[in-house]
């Protein structure tokens, strides 16, 4: 006969947070677009994003905003990847209502987490939790698979794809190191030199302050 009872879970694995720097866990799983390897998006920046649950609001609101804003993430060569701890099925039912109900399709994959292993190697989970409601964070990952950015929002407020985009912007447009983005950076405005680490160049700067806080005009590619 059947055994209808599922094996126990293993108990949870304590692993350290992840940190801006590491490489970020790999993973095979079932997801909405088939079977889904982080490993095939290298040499692609990545917004890997979990949500607390399936078919609740402010997720809802989330995904209609993202999906909405495909073309401008897609303009930035940056893969999109959802992550909950909803079965396969539930992602298929969800995006089928949210179809129906906004005329939108959610194009990328939605991975199933349901025994949360990737949620925990991740840290969005701290070892002792019992569910993934407190789980609505964001991993901008760089095309070496390394984390260069993270969020954590609660369940309770949605994230703004505005900030997400922009984020990915920065990132990309800082990532050779030559300059850095100010507050409220946005493509085309201007950025900032890194600052001067000598005395040479404190003196050789022009005026008292040009070494630690130089603007620059955003010339990609230069
Ligand atoms: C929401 O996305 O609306 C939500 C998620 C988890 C708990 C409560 C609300």
Not at 52 to 75: G, N
Not at 116 to 135: E, T
Request: hydrophobic share 45%; aromatic share 8%.
């Amino acid at each position: 006969m059947t055994d209808l009872n599922p094996p126990p879970l293993p108990s949870p694995v304590i692993t350290a947070p992840l940190r801006l720097g590491d490489e970020v866990p790999g993973f095979t799983a079932r997801s909405t677009q088939g079977l889904f390897s982080l490993a095939d998006l290298r040499g692609r920046w990545v917004v890997l994003f979990s949500h607390p649950a399936d078919f609740t609001p402010v997720c809802t609101s989330e995904f209609v905003a993202i999906a909405r804003a495909a073309d401008r993430f897609a303009a930035l060569d940056c893969a999109l990847v959802a992550l909950s701890v909803d079965s396969l099925f539930s992602h298929l039912a969800w995006i089928r209502m949210i179809h129906d109900r906004f005329d939108v399709r959610i194009d990328f994959p939605i991975i199933e987490d349901p025994s949360m292993v990737i949620a925990r190697a991740y840290g969005m989970l701290g070892p002792k939790a019992q569910d993934a409601s407190a789980v609505r964070a964001s991993y901008f990952v760089d095309p070496d698979g390394i984390l260069r950015a993270m969020t954590c929002y609660p369940a309770t407020v949605g994230r703004s794809v505005d900030e997400m985009i922009r984020m990915i912007a920065a990132l990309q447009r800082v990532h050779a190191g030559d300059v850095l983005a100010p507050a409220g950076w946005t493509p085309g405005a201007d950025l900032l030199r890194p600052p001067g680490e000598t005395a040479e160049a404190v003196h050789g700067a022009p005026d008292a302050t040009d070494w630690f806080y130089a603007p620059v005009p955003d010339e990609p590619g230069k």
